[in-house]
């Protein structure tokens, strides 16, 4: 049973900066890539940052400069530091996780989401 479980959102004001946290536990063999999206109400799910295993990184153009990415490996834990927020940036943050399984001599990936967190910017 794997689990994503994130932390770090909150109410800032514009300007101000926040930093998420997602931690994987659980039994799998280890990961491929680490996400962060965020959906604003009535919105799709956006893609916000990745980080895959050798350390490389993505971002959306929205908030290139101003988001950084990072991972820890012994904790298999990711995080996005948010600097500089926007009203625009408010929306639910979800990790989400690309995980590499080994069973009976086959290796398989699988997708896995956390449950959302709250990040709100005021003006």
């Known amino acids: 049973q794997v689990q994503l479980v994130e932390s770090g959102g909150g109410l800032v004001q514009s300007g101000g900066s926040l930093r998420l946290s997602c931690a994987a536990s659980g039994s799998f063999f280890s990961i491929n890539v680490m996400n962060w999206y965020r959906q604003a109400p009535g919105k799709q799910r956006d893609l916000v940052a990745a980080?895959?295993?050798?350390?490389?990184?993505t971002y959306a153009d929205s908030v290139k400069g101003r988001f950084i990415i990072s991972k820890d490996n012994g904790k298999n834990t990711v995080y996005l530091q948010m600097n500089s927020l926007k009203p625009e940036d408010t929306a639910v943050y979800y990790c989400n996780a690309d995980l590499q399984h080994y069973s009976s001599g086959v290796y398989y990936s699988k997708q896995y989401w956390g449950q959302g967190t709250q990040v709100t910017v005021s003006s």
């Open positions: 980080v895959a295993s050798g350390g490389s990184t």
